[in-house]
């Protein structure tokens, strides 16, 4: 075969992740999510939408008919190895001469009127020998497309699967946030009950009510903002899991799940792990066979054709053994002059090549900032939550301490208002802080390659009728 044999080009490397410190684990790494990754969350109702998703998602369905297509593309360039066979059956009615004469078939019978029938039926075959390796870089490059569309399928899996989950804890983040805010809401009600109470004794000023209702009223417009965002992200949920909004209902639950440890191994794993990096190689591997596909252009072309059948006056003639008609022949093609334009499609070919070749480059290079990032978010927010921590506990003890003063009468309402806005603010914080570590995991789980291993078969789809509803 013409054309360079495919090598792997190189890649970037690293020894470690910078971010990772305590992450790198020694091998083997049975800590890795295999399979159904989310299970990690241990959350039932997380698993029952991913399931959905993965078997009504018609993002992945749409993925799933391009892989088909690439499979079918390979038995198309395949077939272009063997000849093919054809079979031709006609009749022609033909007449001529001049008046009055008399026409003779080829049996030497005269034909009445001048004219003649003629029943032909053949079977032809012709073959062209890929001699120069033409078909087989055009089979090897159709099957490398496919490998990577097989890893576009289970980039798209991974990348709808991330998102949902994602989505979900961030419903569930502000499923805790409304909590939080009624909560605030029940103590701001009971504040401005005893502003207005100390007011009519005449021991608070006007100015205290108002200021403890406008509270009151802006904790009640967050809760509604907050309840608008709920119901958007379970829309969005929905949606994810092939599902109209209208058929998904989740009831508001605690934000309770743990974070797990995700060990990311070293970077070259991720050039086994992760599909987008596999379909970026894959690609590289079927320029590199167009390369030999444009220079098999340079080399002559031989055809192999043959024919055999019969050609009678009379149809119930037309099977038998008797005067069959045959031919057999070669030929052979070459171009002499094109001006450069096979050159100009092998540079072009080469061009393609190298442009694959920067592309998964970069996607590599891409794919350990993924990992970087979320590590340092992991690492960082980490530290951030113990500080929040203590925080918001320094709030809690704030706005006991300056409501007692309040009731005391040694300080105004205002005094309260801070602190309690402070706290509130502390609080939220604090919530928003998890449901960003718990989306830092996720993402750190789809930047690894999740569960996926490049040449494995892509996962059958899970039938809708089959995966748990959420309500």
Known sequence: MVGPNYQRPESPQAAAFKEAGDWIVAQPADALPKGRWWAVFNDPVLDGLIDQANGGSFTLAAAEARYRQTQAAIGAARA?????????VGATRSGGGTSGSVAVDSSGNAVAGGKTTRYNIALDAGWEPDLWGRVRRQVESARASSEASQADLEAARLSLDAQLATAYFQLRTTDAQIVLIEDMVKAFETNYQLTKNRYAAGVAGRVDVVQAESQLRSAQADAIDLRATRAQLEHAIAVLAGKPPADVTLVPAKLDFHLPSVPPGLPSTLLERRPDIAAAERRVAAANAQIGVAQAAYYPSITLNGSVGRSTSSISKLFSVSNPTWSLGVGVAETLLDFGARRSQVEQARAAYDETVANYRQTVL?????????????????????????AAQAARESVALTVNQYKAGTVSFLNVALVQATQLNAERSLVTLLGRRVAASVALIRAIGGSWDAGAAPAAPVPASTAPAAH
């Open 80 to 88: 272009q190895l063997f000849p093919t066979l054809g079979l031709n």
């Open 366 to 390: 891409t794919s350990m900032q993924d990992v970087e990032d979320n590590l340092a978010a992991l690492h960082w927010l980490a530290d951030e939550t113990k500080v929040q921590q203590e």
